[in-house]
């Protein structure tokens, strides 16, 4: 599965499949990289969030939203996958939950939010939607606020060797693949989950920002809290816990619509 027109069959069913055993692994808090990483980080770069309008595009089973709705905020969390949101919405009855496709125009109106957060989704998202949905972001967010993304860190070569049809030679090309869930507790049943991920450098997105014109206010490889040492048997051993703390996963970029 190596083209994007592979890819673009049945993208919903794949994240439908997802949806009940991510929540059963992950629960309430969600994933080490989640508790350790991603959302510490977007805490971090969202600062004080209190009664602040947040909209959350790709929301999955809401593991941001949660977090971002506990510091005060009001929180849209927008996803295409109707079981994604259902597992969302009965963790959280104070989210405003949306089924859309964030690649189609969104169903607010102009500057209607402080804040936009896309957290491990735009690597699902083709070039060309990707490029427009940002017309969307910024006519959405109000002047002055801001669009938080994460996306995988392209330089961390050894995330990606597991993938098939993944070639570490081609870091400038896009490369269309699939993220194979294996630590859903899923696979001993033969079960196969699977996700569309088009692994990109990050100059990709950060050139797409800036031809729309936003200004870029943080560009941060997030790693490892300190609370993280004491999950380490989640992680299995210190090789990997050190692997995750030295050479991060992720790159969090913060772009300000003036
Ligand atoms: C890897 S999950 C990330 C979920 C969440 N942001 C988090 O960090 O926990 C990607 C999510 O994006 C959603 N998604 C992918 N493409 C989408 C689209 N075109 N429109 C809306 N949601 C989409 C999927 O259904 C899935 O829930």
Known sequence: MNSKDNLQNDVLNYWQNLATPCDKAYGELGDYLHRFVI????????????????????????TVARMLSSKGA?????????RMLALSRSR????????????????FPEENFDSVVEVMVLQAIWDDQLKSSLNEVKRVLKKGGNCTIIVPNSARAEQFRGLANYNPELYLTAQYLMHEWRDLGINGNNQRIATPFILRPSQFY???????GFILQEFIEPSLIDEAWQHLDEVHNTHTFNSLKERPSFVLLKWLKL
């Open 92 to 107: 959280n009855k104070h989210i405003q939950h949306i089924q859309a496709d964030l690649t189609n125009p969104l169903p």
């Open 74 to 82: 009001d929180i849209v969390a927008l996803d295409f996958s109707s």
């Open 206 to 212: 950060i050139q797409a920002f800036l031809e729309k």
């Open 39 to 62: 959302n510490p980080a977007i805490e971090k770069a969202l600062g004080d969030i209190n009664g602040k309008s947040i909209l959350d595009l790709g929301s999955g089973i809401g």
